[in-house]
């Protein structure tokens, strides 16, 4: 198909341009180019103006733009490839490689939009998998099919855990993982292929990156593309973990979109199309009849604000929440999951059955006390507390440590060997814990360590 020239740069505004089309104005979300010897500046149309002048968003740097040049279109959205091939490959927004390896081959080319999701093409979670994590299996199971919401401040460990994922999702199911960077430090990206690599789970994963470098238009693009690879995956029939890091950035980078659209904001500084932009991206992360899609969202909270609109807008989404506390980070209580925070749906007696219900609602309610009681202790010290409460405190501090383990990943770092926990281990490790049968253990014996037995 040849671009016939269509239309010319009329005025420029930071990543907004304004174009003029003397016939045939492109539709919404059409891609338009202008290419020389040299490079390549990509836009999408996102308003008409008029009958001639539509508003469109840079997708790349702006320099050497300038008034009148000339602009192409096929008008097409943007298109993405996908295909086997994408295996092991780390790709940019548009699916240009960024791992210097050879181009793509055999793939074909698919627009990163999808028409009306059919709504009754999407199934339940089909239950929870196991990911050998022990706080996370106990106290926020991952949906099989579902999401999964990680959120925390910065530094607290969320990319940590998304590797370890990755690791035990390559391990343990054989399945295809799908890794969107966006608006994160470039570096993260790279340590993460080198750690990929390193732990052999590259050739099962694709990795998509629009890091915090990149124009806004590429940040909120990219996890369009990314879930357009998740979904060509699910549909020849894998089981797919998605994993975004951070999905709060593209929040902010639809923001950015919206002020340069001079879009009026709405609650707090957002965007007036918050919901909608963050519907577009949850109604697709769906399972189907022909395969899964697990995914775990990182989302930033800024200034540790849980309520801040942009997390509230991913909350209803989600199946499981992982709540990440700064205090159990500085601690060294890794991974450092808030066991109050954390929720999921899936914490009901009829999915995950009585007995983990039950160990899941006393561990609960020993980390509930113990944090009533710590300004108590702190104040008076333990000896104050009543029989009781001293014993509660005993062992909610044990399951705490129990509840530490090293992981795959960072073995480098720590020194200490990965370990997976099946959950069958991880119940029988708190009933002992809870039944006192090892009030006498100190506590240190508990930490960082795998199943119950290791430490008996
Ligand atoms: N499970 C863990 N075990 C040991 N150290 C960890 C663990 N999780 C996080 N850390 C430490 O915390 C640092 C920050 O973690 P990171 O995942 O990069 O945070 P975030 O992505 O939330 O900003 C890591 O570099 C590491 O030193
Ligand atoms: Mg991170």
Known sequence: MEATYKGYIRAIHGHIIEAFFPENIPPIRSILFHKNEKTEHLFEVETHLDHQRVLALSLGHTEGLKRGLPLYTYNNPLLFPVGESLLGRVLNFKGDPLDGKAPLKEVSYISIYKPQQDYFESIAIKGIMEIGIKIIDLLSPFPQGGKVGLFGGAGVGKTVLLMEFIYKIARYYQGVSVFCGVGERM????????EMDN????????????QMQEAPG??????????????YFRD???DVLFIVDNIYRFVQAGCEVSMLLGRFPSR??????????MAEIQ????STEKGNITSVQAIYVPADDI?????ASVFPYLDTVVMLSRSMASQGLYPAVDPLGSSSKLLNPEIIGERHYQIALEVREHFARYRELKDIIALMGIE???HQDRLIVKRARRLERFLTQPFFTMEEFTGRSGVHVPLEETLKGCEIILSGKMDKFPEEAFYMRGGIEEIL
Do not use: M, N, W
């Not at 500084?269 to 919901?275: D, K």
């Open 307 to 311: 309520t801040d609109p942009g997390c």
């Open 199 to 210: 732990l052999g789970v590259l050739d099962k994963s694709v990795i998509i990156l629009g």
């Open 283 to 286: 109604d697709r992360l769906i």
């Open 187 to 194: 570096r993260e990206g790279h340590e993460l292929i080198v």
């Open 384 to 386: 104050e507390l009543s």
């Open 268 to 277: 707090v500084g957002y965007q007036p199309t918050l919901a909608l932009e």
């Open 236 to 238: 020849s029939g894998r």
């Open 218 to 231: 590429i940040r909120f693009r990219t996890p369009l593309s990314a879930i357009t690879v998740a979904e």
